[in-house]
C-alpha cells in the first residue's frame, strides 16, 4: 500500500508518523475543550468528538466519542471501527469537499494535553519472547536449561495491575521493597537498586468473550495496538518470584504510548510468526501472520544528558502473537471484557545491541552498558528517562506510535519510618 494523500499538508511528510494511512486513537483536552476522543493526523490531532456532535461522523447509531475514553466505540464492534475509519479517510483525503467544515476542528498536537486513551479494564503480561527467555534463562540455570519446559507450548503470562498503568509522560518513582542479596541470611527492607525496562507492545481487547475463541476470533477481537514500557525491579523479583511468579516488582507502573494504532492500519505489514521448534496444540496454530514488522528503538537520557539509543529490535521477533496470547487466555473460560491490556512480553532480537531490557544488555549488571559522555548504566538511575519509539515503514510513508516514555524519580522516604 502506498500513501493515502490528505489536504492536511503535514499529513503527506514521508516522515511524518501520522498520515491518512494511520489516523490512530488518543484522548485530549486543551485549555478550552474538555477531555474527549481524537484522532492524530500530520501535525493535528482533530476533534472527533465535535465532528460527531456536529453531525459529521455517526460511526454508531447513538454518540460514542465524547467521551474520555475510546472503550464506547470499540464495544460497539468492528464493523463501527470500520465504519468510523471509512467516515474520517472520506472526510481528510485530498480533494474532500468537506475540508471547509472538518478543519475547524483541528488542533496542533503541540498544544493538547494528551491522556490515556483508553480504561484499562485488565491487564495480563507475557513473557513471550524467545531471545529474552532465553538470555533470562541462562543467566539463572544456564544454557542447557534456559527456557522452561512448557516454554515452546504455552504463552506464558500473569495477571498484572490495571490500576498501575499510565500514559506516556508520567513519572515512575523508584519502588521500595524486600530485597535479598546472594550472601544475606534474611532481607532488607530499601528501594530497588536494579530497577529496569522492558521494551514491549501492549493489544488492547475491544471486544468481549465469554468463552474459549480460535486465534482467528481473538485477532478480530483486537482493537489495536500500542508500545509500552513494563517497568521491572529486578531484586524485587528475585526475592519474590518463587514460587508463584513476579508480584510487587512488575506493580510500580507500566507506561503506554498516547496513541492506539489500529488493527486495521497495521493490515499492511502483518508478518509470520517464527518456525516451531516443536508443533503447537492445534488450538493455538495460526491460521495466518499475525505479527506485524515494527521497528522498535529504546533511548535513555541520563538526568541533564542527551538520550542516545541503547537498544533497536522488531515485534517480529515476538515467538507467539498477541492473538495466540489471548486464543489462550480464553481457554479456561476466563471472561475478557472490552479495555483488557495484553503486554506481550519483552521483544528481544538475536543480537546484543537489540536486548529489550537492561538485564540482558549488561547481563545482570556485569558488563555495564557505555553511554555517551562516558558514563555507563547496569540498571536505571534517578533522573534518568527512557523513551520506547515505533513504527512500520509503508511505501513512501510512516505508521508512528508517538513516544513511550517516563522519567525515573527518587524513591520517596522510607514510608513505614517511625
Same mark, same amino acid.
Given at each position: 500500500?502506498?500513501?493515502?494523500?490528505?489536504?492536511?499538508?503535514?499529513?503527506?511528510?514521508?516522515?511524518?508518523?501520522?498520515?491518512?494511512?494511520?489516523?490512530?486513537?488518543?484522548?485530549?483536552?486543551?485549555?478550552?475543550?474538555?477531555?474527549?476522543?481524537?484522532? &492524530?493526523? %500530520?501535525?493535528? #490531532?482533530? =476533534?472527533?468528538?465535535?465532528?460527531?456532535?456536529? !453531525?459529521? /461522523? $455517526?460511526? +454508531?447509531? @447513538?454518540?460514542?466519542?465524547?467521551?474520555?475514553?475510546?472503550?464506547?466505540?470499540? &464495544?460497539? %464492534?468492528?464493523? #463501527?471501527? =470500520?465504519?468510523?475509519?471509512?467516515?474520517?479517510? !472520506?472526510? /481528510? $483525503?485530498? +480533494?474532500? @469537499?468537506?475540508?471547509?467544515?472538518?478543519?475547524?476542528?483541528?488542533?496542533?498536537?503541540?498544544?493538547?494535553?494528551?491522556?490515556?486513551?483508553?480504561?484499562?479494564?485488565?491487564?495480563?503480561?507475557?513473557? $513471550?519472547?524467545?531471545?529474552?527467555?532465553?538470555?533470562?534463562?541462562?543467566?539463572?540455570?544456564?544454557?542447557?536449561?534456559?527456557?522452561?519446559?512448557?516454554?515452546?507450548?504455552?504463552?506464558?503470562?500473569?495477571?498484572?495491575?490495571?490500576?498501575?498503568?499510565?500514559?506516556?509522560?508520567?513519572?515512575?518513582?523508584?519502588?521500595?521493597?524486600?530485597?535479598?542479596?546472594?550472601?544475606?541470611?534474611?532481607?532488607?527492607?530499601?528501594?530497588?537498586?536494579?530497577?529496569?525496562?522492558?521494551?514491549?507492545?501492549?493489544?488492547?481487547?475491544?471486544?468481549?468473550?465469554?468463552?474459549?475463541?480460535?486465534?482467528?476470533?481473538?485477532?478480530?477481537?483486537?482493537?489495536?495496538?500500542?508500545?509500552?514500557?513494563?517497568?521491572?525491579?529486578?531484586?524485587?523479583?528475585?526475592?519474590?518470584?518463587?514460587?508463584?511468579?513476579?508480584?510487587?516488582?512488575?506493580?510500580?507502573?507500566?507506561?503506554?504510548?498516547?496513541?492506539?494504532?489500529?488493527?486495521?492500519?497495521?493490515?499492511?505489514?502483518?508478518?509470520?510468526?517464527?518456525?516451531?521448534?516443536?508443533?503447537?496444540?492445534?488450538?493455538?496454530?495460526?491460521?495466518?501472520?499475525?505479527?506485524?514488522?515494527?521497528?522498535?528503538?529504546?533511548?535513555?537520557?541520563?538526568?541533564?544528558?542527551?538520550?542516545?539509543?541503547?537498544?533497536?529490535?522488531?515485534?517480529?521477533?515476538?515467538?507467539?502473537?498477541?492473538?495466540?496470547?489471548?486464543?489462550?487466555?480464553?481457554?479456561?473460560?476466563?471472561?475478557?471484557?472490552?479495555?483488557?491490556?495484553?503486554?506481550?512480553?519483552?521483544?528481544?532480537?538475536?543480537?546484543?545491541?537489540?536486548?529489550?531490557?537492561?538485564?540482558?544488555?549488561?547481563?545482570?549488571?556485569?558488563?555495564?552498558?557505555?553511554?555517551?559522555?562516558?558514563?555507563?548504566?547496569?540498571?536505571?538511575?534517578?533522573?534518568?528517562?527512557?523513551?520506547?519509539?515505533?513504527?512500520?515503514?509503508?511505501?513512501?510513508?510512516?505508521?508512528?506510535?508517538?513516544?513511550?516514555?517516563?522519567?525515573?524519580?527518587?524513591?520517596?522516604?522510607?514510608?513505614?519510618?517511625?
Amino acid at each position: 500500500m502506498s500513501l493515502i494523500r490528505s489536504w492536511v499538508d503535514t499529513a503527506n511528510d514521508p516522515t511524518c508518523p501520522f498520515p491518512l494511512n494511520n489516523l490512530p486513537c488518543g484522548v485530549f483536552s486543551t485549555a478550552a475543550l474538555s477531555i474527549r476522543c481524537g484522532v &492524530a493526523i %500530520g501535525a493535528f #490531532v482533530l =476533534d472527533v468528538a465535535g465532528m460527531e456532535k456536529a !453531525g459529521l /461522523l $455517526a460511526p +454508531g447509531d @447513538g454518540p460514542l466519542l465524547n467521551t474520555p475514553a475510546w472503550n464506547p466505540l470499540m &464495544a460497539a %464492534g468492528p464493523d #463501527v471501527w =470500520d465504519r468510523l475509519r471509512r467516515q474520517l479517510m !472520506g472526510h /481528510l $483525503a485530498e +480533494g474532500s @469537499g468537506t475540508r471547509d467544515q472538518v478543519e475547524p476542528y483541528l488542533h496542533p498536537l503541540d498544544g493538547v494535553t494528551l491522556h490515556m486513551p483508553f480504561a484499562v479494564t485488565e491487564y495480563t503480561d507475557f513473557y $513471550a519472547g524467545r531471545n529474552h527467555a532465553f538470555n533470562v534463562g541462562t543467566m539463572f540455570r544456564g544454557p542447557e536449561n534456559a527456557l522452561p519446559p512448557n516454554w515452546l507450548h504455552i504463552p506464558i503470562g500473569y495477571n498484572g495491575r490495571a490500576s498501575s498503568v499510565v500514559v506516556s509522560g508520567t513519572d515512575v518513582r523508584r519502588p521500595w521493597g524486600q530485597l535479598k542479596g546472594p550472601q544475606d541470611d534474611a532481607p532488607r527492607w530499601a528501594p530497588s537498586a536494579r530497577f529496569d525496562l522492558e521494551l514491549e507492545m501492549g493489544a488492547i481487547v475491544g471486544q468481549p468473550s465469554t468463552g474459549p475463541v480460535s486465534v482467528a476470533e481473538a485477532d478480530a477481537m483486537i482493537f489495536g495496538y500500542v508500545l509500552l514500557n513494563d517497568w521491572s525491579a529486578r531484586d524485587i523479583q528475585a526475592w519474590e518470584y518463587v514460587p508463584l511468579g513476579p508480584f510487587q516488582a512488575k506493580a510500580t507502573a507500566t507506561t503506554i504510548s498516547p496513541w492506539i494504532v489500529t488493527k486495521a492500519a497495521l493490515e499492511p505489514f502483518r508478518t509470520q510468526t517464527p518456525a516451531r521448534e516443536k508443533p503447537l496444540l492445534p488450538y493455538l496454530q495460526e491460521p495466518g501472520p499475525m505479527l506485524y514488522d515494527i521497528a522498535l528503538d529504546v533511548e535513555l537520557a541520563p538526568g541533564g544528558g542527551d538520550a542516545s539509543v541503547i537498544s533497536r529490535t522488531n515485534y517480529k521477533e515476538m515467538y507467539y502473537s498477541a492473538a495466540q496470547q489471548l486464543a489462550h487466555h480464553t481457554t479456561s473460560g476466563c471472561p475478557m471484557r472490552v479495555g483488557d491490556l495484553l503486554g506481550s512480553g519483552t521483544i528481544s532480537g538475536p543480537v546484543k545491541d537489540s536486548r529489550g531490557s537492561l538485564l540482558e544488555l549488561s547481563w545482570g549488571g556485569q558488563e555495564p552498558l557505555s553511554l555517551p559522555g562516558g558514563q555507563t548504566r547496569s540498571f536505571l538511575e534517578d533522573g534518568d528517562r527512557l523513551t520506547l519509539t515505533g513504527h512500520c515503514q509503508g511505501d513512501g510513508y510512516t505508521i508512528g506510535f508517538g513516544p513511550c516514555s517516563g522519567t525515573i524519580l527518587p524513591a520517596l522516604s522510607d514510608p513505614f519510618a517511625r
